[in-house]
């Protein structure tokens, strides 16, 4: 009897070859790549075999739009012969596809662009008989392929006659030699004209020309030089419709760029400026003139003078200060995936119970099915939330994973949106039919960088947070939030948290954010000093021991923090007690949700909120409609009656110090006197009073005085 199969297909390498990248480009194109070649290997096997991820579109137009998915799919194939032929099939075709991409791509093609393409993939392969346990047909599936892998095998580069690649490696993945490169555009220091000179690093043969490299012009700054396999995501975007990738620069820009669009006053001079170099909005990009004409030359662009882009900046810049716009010069890449997917697709009996609620077995392969569909639903959420809005831009959402750059004014907003979508998108309805014993979840890496930081080591911390979230937390079934801040100085700064404190770290931020005076209002503006976060830390510090963690109780803390939130809060006095009440409460539940003894951590969070509050632009924070706040909001019960007992401390204390210094202020009386009973002293009540002095009106008046007529007049000599 023919059995069915279990059929696993994976492409390989994934993260090196996505995040070996110097541009934005590099790493979108990586990702649109490794997911035309899935989907040339799911069209070869058939869509409607395919359990995980979710391929069964009605159409194939739906199916041509999907832009993400990850890098290996599971099928059920009806026999051993139907797996060895699609399997070969299906490597096949995906070799042809890349080498087909590249061929388009590159410049020119020879034996050291041939070895560098045909050797970069890794394809693999398995397919397991099906029996009745398909938990356990499965299980096996994985643990054969994670086997193959660790036992791969690999050729050595054989070209130009050498065994291995000598030479200078590429900019972006430093592993392979670089075969293309563009020229260095100098001044001769005895003619002043512009000449070009080919990089020192250029191996030449004996007739004077570069052994294996080809200078080329397009998409390549200068002194720039690339593999084969590199040069290809570079060029892999340039035949489409929207071939630019946003930079970072443009990233950090997003809000202000987007709703200075319509402006017609500033609308020929933004366009000008983002053809050349999203970096050309930034001060300290145009301050120098040489500055100005390397980004020009790097362009290609010789249609603005230094002048003219001056001239642009200046424009653009006026108009958007008058929106309350400034040029924010940090943004942040968000990575995340679901928390424990193995143990959820292999159907661990921790997480997904054998039967459901109506006693019946649950399905494994039906599971995988709908969990694989409502992944992609809420992948395609992700994608219209972020990059319709004009949040940010994705670079690739499939499945369980997501990667993408967030503009920082929508940062906090969207993580809440994101966790609420995945409840209500994913975990809740499978919840409900499969009676999960755990609910789904997803974990969070962010890194804010600075516009000019090495995208590398952006993106690579980011995932670092991303895996020190799940570790921090691994014990509480994960659903964490890390994010760190890659200051301009150097600094860093980290803090982890649960996923469900991300609100609390957004409405401190609103209560960081300064309030302007609202014309035609009584309402005056109103602020907290930016010392308060410090000033803060300072007084915790006094009440830590050495082994930084608090040595009072819960209640005196919290009176501490309010007393801070008093004397750091300047503007409105009507608004005083309700700013205060409110910011005192949000501080201290989330120092009680960093699990009291993390000190560090929660003021690691603090610093960062006081961060994006210097960096963001006035009033244009992003704030999800179910956290809007009315402005009219009043303190709870608690937060009033807390507020009276300061205010009673308060006079209490003051009524101390007056009495103590009336005492200091009264001479010392000597011994008759302080024997004297105090009911002998003449009472205040028996004074005279001043009803009784002389009255002014009794004054002999100015009128009665000799008036200056009357004085003798001075002679006349």
């Known amino acids: 009897m023919i059995s069915q199969h279990l059929f696993l297909f994976t492409i390989g390498p994934v993260q090196s070859f996505i995040a070996q990248a110097r541009k934005t480009q590099d790493l979108y194109a990586g990702s649109r790549i490794l997911s035309e070649l899935i989907k040339t290997a799911i069209k070869k096997v058939g869509r409607d075999k395919v359990v995980f991820p979710y391929a069964n579109y009605k159409t194939d137009k739906e199916w041509d739009a999907v832009e993400s998915l990850p890098n290996r799919f599971v099928a059920i194939l009806e026999s051993d012969t139907e797996a060895q032929t699609l399997g070969e099939s299906a490597k096949t075709a995906v070799e042809t596809k890349w080498a087909a991409i590249a061929q388009r791509a590159l410049p020119r093609w020879n034996t050291g662009v041939d070895a560098q393409i045909n050797q970069h993939l890794d394809i693999y392969w398995i397919a397991q008989p099906l029996s009745d346990n398909y938990r356990d047909d499965y299980a096996t599936l994985e643990r054969l392929m994670g086997a193959i892998k660790n036992s791969r095998s690999f050729e050595q580069f054989q070209y130009n006659d050498t065994i291995g690649e000598q030479g200078r490696k590429c ?168 928390d424990s997917m193995g143990k959820w697709l292999s159907g661990d009996t921790n997480l997904l119970p054998e039967k459901d609620i109506l006693g019946k077995d649950i399905d494994l392969q039906q599971f995988q099915t709908d969990f694989s569909k409502k992944l992609e639903l809420f992948a395609a959420y992700t994608r219209k939330l972020i990059d319709d809005k004009k949040y940010g831009k994705t670079v690739y959402a499939g499945g369980d994973d997501y990667l993408g750059f967030i503009n920082l004014n929508y940062l906090l907003g969207i993580l809440i949106d994101l966790r609420r979508a995945y409840n209500n998108m994913v975990s809740e309805p499978l919840e409900k039919d499969y009676n999960l014993l755990k609910p789904l979840s997803f974990s969070a890496g962010v890194c804010i960088a600075h516009y000019k930081e090495p995208l590398a080591l952006v993106l690579n911390t980011a995932r670092e947070m991303q895996s020190k979230a799940k570790d921090t937390y691994e014990q509480q079934d994960k659903d964490a939030l890390a994010i760190t801040v890659i200051k301009g100085s150097g600094e860093t700064a980290e803090t982890v948290w649960k996923n469900e404190q991300t609100t609390k770290l957004l409405q401190i931020l609103q209560h960081f954010q300064d309030e302007e005076d609202k014309e035609g209002t009584d309402d005056k503006g109103w602020y907290f000093s930016n010392k308060l976060v410090v000033v803060l830390q300072q007084e915790f510090k006094r009440l830590t021991n050495t082994n930084n963690t608090l040595t009072v109780d819960a209640d005196l803390l919290k009176h501490e923090i309010s007393r801070i939130t008093q004397r750091q809060y300047n503007g409105d006095k009507k608004l005083k007690n309700t700013k205060c009440a409110n910011l005192s409460k949000l501080l201290f539940d989330l120092y009680k949700a960093s699990n009291e003894a993390k000190i560090d951590n929660y003021f690691a969070a603090l610093d960062i909120l006081r961060f994006l509050n210097r960096q963001l632009d006035e009033q244009h924070l992003y704030i999800p409609e179910d956290e809007q706040t009315t402005e009219d909001e009043q303190t709870t019960e608690d937060e009033q009656t807390t507020e009276d007992e300061h205010k009673t401390h308060r006079r209490r204390t003051n009524n101390r110090r007056r009495t103590n210094n009336r005492r200091n202020k009264q001479p010392r009386r000597t011994t008759t006197e302080a024997n004297t009973p105090k009911t002998n002293k003449q009472p205040k009540t028996n004074k005279q009073p001043k009803t009784n002095k002389q009255p002014k009106t009794n004054k002999q008046p100015k009128t009665n005085k000799q008036p200056k007529t009357n004085k003798q007049p001075q002679p006349i000599l």
């Open 171 to 338: 900019s972006l993945d430093g592993e392979r030699n670089a075969l293309f490169y563009r020229k260095t555009e100098v001044k001769d220091k005895k003619t002043g004209a512009i000449v070009t000179q080919t990089p020192s690093f250029i191996l030449f043969g004996e007739k004077g020309k570069p052994i294996y490299a080809t200078p080329v012009q397009s998409r390549l700054d200068q002194g720039e030089a690339l593999s084969a396999v590199s040069y290809t995501k570079r060029l892999f975007l340039q035949d489409e419709k929207d071939s630019q990738f946003p930079s970072t620069a443009k990233i950090a820009l997003l809000k202000v760029l987007t709703q200075m669009k319509g402006n017609e006053n500033v609308k020929i001079c933004m366009n000008m400026l983002m053809r050349i170099n999203d970096q050309l909005f930034f001060e300290e990009n145009i301050r120098s003139d040489k500055v100005i004409e390397k980004i020009l030359k790097d362009a290609n662009d010789d249609s603005l003078g230094v002048n003219a882009v001056k001239s642009c900046h200046t424009t653009f810049w006026t108009y958007a200060k008058q929106k309350r716009h400034k040029p924010l010069k940090y943004y942040a890449i968000l990575t995340f995936d679901g």
